[in-house]
């Protein structure tokens, strides 16, 4: 996360007109970030919807023939390639260093970026558009924010563009709320107008009279990114109507038998992810010996095209939609051919994100956690088919993000209910010790895996 050096003293605990001043930037930040969203999410879908039904259809091809979807990601990569190479500002930083909120880049890297994203998606890699979009946001708001006003801290931008995202892609700011508790707790308050910066440019009235002595309470420090998060997240809701739901069969409640599989599962889920975060710096080891952008997001995407004449049509995309197809008539796979979607779907998300294509490891490890627990409910019937995905949902998303909030979340929402939430919240227990003080799914400019 960015510091500001406005920023860097401890201010005191914030009144209620400095809250409301950031009301409105907060809105408008939020707003945006959704609309950004929901712009790129448009284009990826028509390119999309070109490459895998109206082109193949037009050719007399089957859109998922082993033949086709090779072309098309082959194809992809090249394109996506020649955009990192020639497109001023080279798509921003390489994404296999980049994790889920970061500092600003420079706004003029924003359009190659949102290009070398929206290619990605409609290509079918396997990636999400959490990391680029959020990336884009961030830039944007910085650029905006600092302009309209100039004293104003880095992290105030930072955080209110990182939620406002947040709560766009999840479609609540719910999910915000819970990653920025991780990741502000202990920071300073970047807001306006207070004492480490002097009076909010554009006013006269310095501080604000109701701001108390001592720390800011945790709502103080949340409460302009939930009001972007609530904003991305509504707007979302009301334009694109996201949903994770899965239709998963209701939950009666936890049985005796159900903890040992939660635990079980859980620990499987995170072990799986981290064989892929220590494979993470040997898979981009190796593409960086190509020594060029070109070759290096070409060949991934050949061993993609690969990948997916391997595991199937399913195992493409950023998979929200594909995760939906698999859980809505699981007996339709065998456990063996659930376990190998969960296998190349996480291979295929570490070259993605190895090679060079822009994009997220959110959405993918979803549908990695999905047909890991349509594993374990084909292999073991007697576990509760809800309570299998949900827990191994949240294995893996601990062990390639290591965001316990966000895991927790996002596994709960799968299902229909909250009975599940106690036996969930045991269930992180093993998860968390297995990938705690382990490398993250992100590595320094030396190339090794950050911890």
Partial sequence: MVTDSSASAQPAAL???????????????????????????????????????????????????????????TAT????????????????????????????????????????AALALGGGVSLGPENPITAANIALAYWFGRRMAPGSPADLWVSLAGAGTIGALFGTPVAAALILTETFVGRSAPTPGGPTQGPDPGTAQGPDPGAEKGQPSLWDLLFAPLVAAGAGGITTVLIAEPSFDLNLPSYPGPHYGDIPAALLISSAGALLALA????????????????????????????????????????????????????????????????LMAVVKLAAMILAATCGFRGGRIFPSVFVGVALGLC?????????????????????????????????????????????LPVLCVASLPAWLIVTGRPLMQLGRDGKSLR
Avoid: N
């Fill in 15 to 73: 009144g209620p007109r400095t809250l409301l001043r950031l009301t409105v930037p907060a809105l408008v930040v939020g707003v945006a970030a959704s609309l950004v969203l929901i712009g790129v999410d448009a284009l990826a879908g028509r390119l999309e919807d070109a490459l895998w039904h109206s082109l193949p259809a037009a050719l007399g091809i089957g859109g998922w023939s082993a033949g086709w979807m090779l072309a098309v990601l």
């Fill in 77 to 116: 990569g090249l394109v996506v390639g020649l955009v990192v190479w020639k497109i001023p500002g080279h798509a921003g930083p390489d994404p296999a260093t980049t994790g889920l909120v970061e500092p600003p880049i420079p706004v003029a890297v924003v359009p190659g970026l949102l290009l070398a």
């Fill in 276 to 339: 892929a975060v220590y494979a993470f710096p040997y898979t981009h080891r190796a593409f960086q010996r190509l020594g060029h952008p070109v070759l290096m997001v070409t060949a991934g995407g050949v061993l993609l095209g690969l990948l997916g004449v391997l595991g199937g049509h399913l195992t493409l995309f950023k998979g929200l939609s594909e995760v939906r197809e698999l859980a809505a008539d699981p007996q339709k796979w065998s456990g063996g051919e659930l376990a």
């Fill in 376 to 420: 374990a409910h084909a292999v073991a019937p007697e576990v509760h088919l809800t309570l299998a995905v949900e827990c191994a949902v949240l294995g893996v998303l601990m062990g390639v993000t290591r965001q316990g909030w966000l895991s927790l979340f996002t596994a709960a929402v799968l299902g229909p209910e909250a009975a599940v």
